[in-house]
Every structure is written in structure tokens, then in C-alpha cells.
């Protein structure tokens, strides 16, 4: 009587190795374009997300308060109660009452391979309707693989988000 082996041959586990193999090596570009695609989206919607706390805050506070950019590669933005922050600088980027002072910066470094430019270095928010004081600003984000997303906030103080990226409309 014969007794019957179970298992998988040598020929069938290197079929199988080979086809996981072909399966990975086409998927890992797909993953880096998607990651890519999502780092810009998700700095890009940071960005909005900052505006609307600082024009928020503003009218809160009953006080002007300033969104200062570094732009680049090593980007951030900082909120202080005066123009021209370094948001890069511990400290130097504060707002509130002296009592309870906020420290309240988005930092680039959070988003790997996206830089960041914008039209103008600071945006000052009108306490009482949280208006632009001097016109708005465009904040454009780019990434790898030519992705690109903007906020624009309008002289009204409010921000939209447009570009190529999933999710967002054409500027």
C-alpha cells in the first residue's frame, strides 16, 4: 500500500516566490506615486486647517494676529500677535494674553518632500471680521512627481484648497 506525501513540491513553492516577486516589484511605484500624492494633500489641507485657527483665533482674542510663512523646503508657519515671526524659533511665534501666551506653529518637516511657496511672507487677520488686512495670499505646496496643491485665502479671510492631487479641484 502506498502512502501519500502532503505538502507543496520544490517547483511550486519558486512559482509561487516568483509570483508575489513580480506582484511587488509592480506595486511599489504605485505605492511611492500614491504616498507622494498624499503628502502634499494632507500638508495642503494642515495649511487650511492653520488659516481657519488663526482667523478664528483672531476674532476670538479681539486682537490682529499675523500667519507668517518660511518658505522652501525646511518650511513652517507661525502665528504671533507681530509681523514677521521665525516660526523656526522656539518662542518667537506667540499669541494670547500674557497669562496664558500660545505657541502655535505647523512645521514642514511633518511633511516629507513637499516645499512650500508662497506670495507673500505674512498675512495679518482683522479682529473684528477676520479679514485680510493688505490683500490675501496663495500657499503652494509642491511634491515629487510633479503633485501640487494651493490654499488661497481670499481679502475676506477665507481659504479654499484647489490642485492635482486626489480629492481636490483644478485651480
Known sequence: MKTMVRG???????????VIAIIA????????????????HASAEAIYVHVNF???????EDQNLFLSATTGS???????????????????????????LIEHNLAGTDFPDVSLSASVS????????????????????????????????STLGRARLCGNVGGLSSC
Open 8 to 18: 507543496f513540491t520544490l517547483v511550486e513553492i519558486m512559482v509561487t516566490v516568483a
Open 25 to 40: 516589484v509592480v506595486a511599489v511605484p504605485s505605492i511611492n506615486n500614491a504616498l507622494a500624492s498624499r503628502r502634499v
Open 54 to 60: 488663526i482667523r478664528n483665533e483672531s476674532i476670538k
Open 74 to 100: 525646511n518650511w513652517c508657519l507661525g502665528i504671533s500677535t507681530s509681523n514677521g515671526c521665525d516660526c523656526g524659533t522656539i518662542g518667537s511665534c506667540q499669541f494670547g494674553t500674557t497669562e496664558g
Open 122 to 153: 505674512s498675512i495679518e487677520f482683522d479682529s473684528r471680521r477676520g479679514t485680510t488686512i493688505g490683500g490675501g495670499s496663495t500657499f503652494t505646496l509642491s511634491g515629487s512627481n510633479g503633485y501640487e496643491a494651493k490654499v488661497i485665502v
